[in-house]
């Protein structure tokens, strides 16, 4: 039994390679874009994750005029501020963070349905 080789695993850290890409001053900050179902066909778009330096309420001003529906700017202890639309707005807002030059394609996630 003596002659078997024996690997004696080490501490192996899957997130090592994800740290290291991370590490500089661009940090992945996703923005999230969520739906929530309201009553019947009423739903409500919310957008989360912005940086703190844009000024929300200008930013929700031109979502508001681009797409035509109502919005607001809501406080949340945990996630901080959160942009409210009316209606399913994830691929108008979406396109729109893109082309504004707010976010970049790769850090918007969309979630629901």
């Known amino acids: 039994m003596s002659d078997l080789d024996v690997q004696i695993p080490t501490a192996f ?3 090592a390679d994800a740290n290291a890409d991370d590490s500089g001053a661009g ?11 309201r009553n019947g066909r009423k739903s409500l778009t919310t957008v989360q994750g912005l940086k703190k330096e844009f000024s929300y309420n200008k930013i929700l001003k031109d979502l508001k005029k681009e797409f035509c529906c109502n919005g607001t700017v809501v406080q949340d202890p945990e996630l901080g501020q959160v942009i409210q639309l009316q209606g399913d707005q994830r691929k108008n807002v979406s396109t729109f963070l893109v082309q504004a030059g707010i976010v970049k394609k790769d850090n918007i996630k969309i979630h629901g349905f």
């Open 27 to 37: 940090t992945k900050e996703y923005v999230h874009i969520r739906i929530q179902q």
């Open 13 to 15: 850290d899957p997130f």
